[in-house]
């Protein structure tokens, strides 16, 4: 396996000094043209060229087509080979497996698999977080990316619903599209990545769909206000066709404020993005999954909103309980400088009357999760990430 340093890095995107985090085509001519090899070596070159975006900043700024080669698309069985391949260091991933769960009749349609996961922004994990177990070796981008998108490769959901992404255009989106997703990213207004040093620009959600199964209707970028206010906090909600059933839904991807205080402040913002789901699917008559890092309990207000909303929502998770009520033990389990922090904020909100859950993917065992918590050599992020697999119910 070559070494990452020996790798020329010709990149399709490229960020301007000023603002980092923009997206920018350049001339790729201008760039050392990596040899158009057989599978591995190309692959390798595509991740490789996700590590070195320092490089590409020095270049011009002027926007031609991206190199074809960026184009490509990528294997993701040797995409995962090489994530394995950085990360042979690294212990063992964690088994985790699918619960099915019991649903109405067949489908005759193949599953919609939905992932939701906040990543942990990198300039977070570093500069913010405090994560006070975790060894700062085990948070290098470098590995971590890996870990990211081993997780993703592994389940390899048609629809990804992401949190707190600040490598959107130099590492997600570019490798996504070529795995046959398109991505929109809504950065959130102030990011508080961008107060630490050498950040890669702000965090916010990204939404990645499979081209292949889904045709893309509407899309809204929605800044959420809370009792009319704008606020930091942002949601993108998309309505999707089905190619092979032609039926739409809607999926939205949200990250509402965090911290202990703000309870009333997420409970506006729950109430805004609820309205406008209401908007957005003509008045619940288009099936809605709502994936996000809610930073709240079961217990509070917003999940109670939610909850309880003519949108006609059930949280999937709660599937995997024996009663089919209770929310899992913890979504996200890390130790700050205040402690433990074992916390249920990350969900995805379902129409009960049109969708059912065939499968939900195990929450890691308090074992598997291990004495310093997350993140970890094993596990790229604070939170974990929530994979399910849903049907559409007959419609009356
Ligand atoms: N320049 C300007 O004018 C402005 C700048 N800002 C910046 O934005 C920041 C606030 O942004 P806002 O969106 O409201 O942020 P939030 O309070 O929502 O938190 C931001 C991130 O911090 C993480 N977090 C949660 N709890 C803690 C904790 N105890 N210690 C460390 N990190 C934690 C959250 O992760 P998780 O969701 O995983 O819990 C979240 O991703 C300010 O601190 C400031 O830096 C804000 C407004 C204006
Ligand atoms: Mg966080």
Redesign the pocket.
Known sequence: MPSCDVCPSGFGVLFSSRFPWAPRLVNSSSFSVYPMGNGTSRLYSALAKTLNSSAASQHPEYLVAPDPEHLEPIDPKELLEECRAVLHTRPPRFQRDFVALPADGPSSHPPIRVMQW?I??QA?GEG???FVQCPMEALKWEERKCLILEEILAYQPDILCL??VDHYFDTFQPLLSRLGYQGTFFP?P???C??VEHNNGP?GCALFFLQNRFKLVNSANIRLTAMTLKT??VAIAQTLECKESSRQFCIAVT?L???TG?ERFRSAQGCDLLQNLQTITQGAKIPLIVCG?F?AEPTEEVYKHFASSSLNLNSAYKLLSADGQSEPPYT?WKI?T?GECRHT?DYIWYSRQALSVRSALDLLTEEQIGPNRLPSFNYPS??LSLVCDFTFNEEP
């Open positions: 906040n942990l922004a977070l913010k977080d405090n949190q707190e959130k102030w990011s508080p961008l107060d965090d930091n906090q990250h404020k965090a911290r703000w890092d930073n996200t700050r205040s904020l604070d939170h």
